[in-house]
């Protein structure tokens, strides 16, 4: 099968045009589960299938993480298809992708930087606790909960009191415990992050599905972003999230009356690694 293999920050997918639906829905988890495997097969954090629209979209993205579980979308894996789909003709500079959590608008900025506005925060809890002896071992006690779309995207939001805590062997295990939390019966994405006195924003996820730290999370930090913008502690405006693959710059816009999150945009680069084809 012929594949494209692209990276947004170091967040790494596999993509499949199956827009013949060549590839049935009950095939497809197998097949992410053993492309992704690195070392073993091409190797990656998730699996992108393009498909044709169900609805209004001009394509539709079904995404698997690298286990063969469904995801119900993909932030920066969203920026890689809106590449893909600009350059294989399936949309212009701007278009609308179809989701598992809602329908995502792209842009094109440049060659290689694309924009989509997140899916909006459908849930949103502050101070939660997880019910987990590791969290209250290594300190963690409580967390900010937000879900972005409709089956929303769970992430747990953990702020870290120094930017040298951002390390995946001293949090792996607390990591691990709130990522299977029985607060969060779907599981949920771990976003730990430090808010430096500069603006930016320094960022670590430990992926559902992945069941490992990845080197960036789109709607992770959107949801980091949420919660800043709820706290008080950012306003309006673009902020700069550094994360261990690069950057990511999230823009956040607010009703001013309602002073509620109205749009997330998520920018960066959306790079083509590879081209060929996989044996399955």
């Known amino acids: 099968m012929d594949f494209t293999k692209m990276q ?5 997918f596999i993509l499949i045009d199956n827009r013949d639906g060549r590839f049935p829905e009950t095939l497809c988890p197998r097949i992410a589960k053993q492309l992704c495997r690195r070392r073993f097969s091409v190797g990656a954090d998730g699996m992108m299938f393009v498909e044709r629209p ?3 979209g001009d394509y539709r993205m079904v995404f698997y ?5 469904p995801g119900e979308m993909c932030g920066n894996g969203a920026r890689c298809v809106a590449r ?3 350059e294989h ?4 500079e701007t278009q609308n992708i179809e989701t598992t959590a809602g329908l995502v608008r792209g842009r094109r900025i440049d060659e290689e930087r694309y924009r989509i506005r997140l899916n909006d925060v459908s849930v949103m ?3 939660v606790k997880p019910e987990t002896e590791a969290g209250a071992e290594d300190g963690v006690i409580f967390c900010d909960y937000v879900e972005l ?3 929303g995207i769970p992430h747990a939001v953990v702020e870290v009191p120094g930017r040298e805590m951002l390390a995946p062997e001293s949090l792996r295990k607390t990591a691990e415990a709130i990522r299977h939390s029985p607060a969060f019966p779907r599981g949920a994405n771990v976003n730990f992050y430090f ?9 670590l996820t430990f992926e559902r599905g992945v069941e490992d730290f990845t080197y960036a999370c789109g709607t992770g930090t959107g949801s980091v972003a949420a919660v800043l913008t709820k706290r008080g502690r950012i306003g309006e405006g673009t902020v700069r999230f550094h994360m261990p693959g690069g950057f990511l710059d999230i823009e956040v816009c607010k009703d001013r009356q309602t002073d509620k999150i109205t749009d997330l945009y998520l920018t960066g680069s959306a790079v083509i690694v590879a081209e060929g084809t996989a044996i399955f």
């Open 125 to 127: 809890k502050l101070g």
């Open 54 to 56: 169900r609805e209004n």
């Open 89 to 92: 003709g399936l949309a212009g």
């Open 84 to 86: 893909y789909g600009y």
């Open 8 to 12: 947004g920050a170091g967040n790494d």
């Open 149 to 151: 779309g409709n089956p």
């Open 65 to 69: 993480n690298s286990d063969g579980s």
């Open 195 to 203: 808010a430096g006195d500069d603006g930016t924003v320094e960022e």
